[in-house]
């Protein structure tokens, strides 16, 4: 089976500590005896900083994207020299990139790609342009939240859901400011369009993603064509976005 995991930065390298690097290079190692695997690694707390500073000296934004995905393909290097021979040796800079260097049979770790794609984004178009048959999305949250769980106690998780109920979910979220997505819009319209079946859950232990892959976890699966199970069901989306009309997406919809 392919798979695809997305480590969140704030998960991966909230602090370098090269434990938690090492803990998921031993997750990854098991996983890829019997699979082949990509990792695709956000930025964490360095890239905020090196962004922040950016904008202080009144970098754009087309750059501080640029410093974010360089941020993320460190990390990504970090994780390839915990893994040591059974990654490929450097992260890969782009889909296709990444898929020719599967062919050898190591697991694939790469970072951001294109300025305006977070690393969910990444991660859900490798997936697609790979075939991967399962997306995991591993974050500091342990699933799909019908609100922000953080903020809202009155939350509920979803055991399953539909892409087009995440994308609901997402949209309602991204337009609260300051509210903590359990993935981005652009990563939930790609997950719809080609159906790839995913997972949310909490990344904090490493641990969570062999268990998912074995069928074992307590995230959030997202199929198409199931039955979502929560206290509550999200509002519909009457934006009327076209799925395919994938562009950059900001907290009001289709920038552009």
């Keep these: 089976m392919k798979i695809v995991v997305s480590v969140g930065g704030s998960v991966l390298a909230r602090a370098l500590i090269s434990e938690k690097f090492k803990s998921y290079a031993v997750a990854l190692k098991e996983i890829s005896k019997k699979n082949t695997v990509f990792i695709v690694t956000g930025g964490g707390q360095a890239a905020r900083?090196?962004?922040?500073?950016?904008?202080?000296?009144?970098?754009?934004?087309?750059?501080?994207?640029?410093?974010?995905?360089?941020?993320?393909?460190?990390?990504?290097?970090?994780?390839i020299a915990a893994l040591g021979e059974a990654a490929y040796h450097e992260p890969p800079l782009d889909y296709k990139q990444a898929k020719n260097a599967s062919f050898g049979g190591r697991i694939v770790v790469m970072g951001g790609v294109s300025p305006g794609?977070?690393?969910d984004a990444v991660a859900a178009i490798l997936a697609e342009y790979v075939g991967a048959e399962l997306l995991i999305n591993a974050t500091s949250i342990d699933g799909v939240y019908t609100a922000d769980p953080k903020k809202n106690k009155g939350a509920k998780k979803f055991e399953t859901m539909t892409p087009k109920q995440l994308i609901e979910v997402v949209m309602k979220t991204e337009m609260v400011a300051g509210a903590n997505s359990p993935i981005d819009l652009l990563a939930a319209k790609v997950i719809e369009r080609s159906n790839i079946r995913t997972i949310?859950?909490?990344?904090?232990?490493?641990?969570n993603i062999v268990d998912a892959v074995s069928g074992r976890h307590s995230g959030t699966v997202i199929e198409k064509d199931?039955?979502?199970?929560?206290?509550?069901k999200p509002d519909k989306d009457d934006s009327g976005i076209d799925t395919c009309n994938l562009g950059y997406f900001s907290t009001n919809g289709c920038d552009y």
């Design 226 to 232: 199931k039955s979502a199970r929560s206290g509550s």
């Design 117 to 119: 794609h977070t690393t």
């Design 200 to 207: 949310v859950l909490n990344g904090e232990e490493p641990r």
């Design 49 to 79: 900083d090196y962004i922040t500073t950016a904008r202080e000296l009144g970098a754009d934004e087309a750059t501080c994207d640029y410093i974010g995905i360089e941020l993320t393909r460190l990390n990504a290097r970090l994780l």
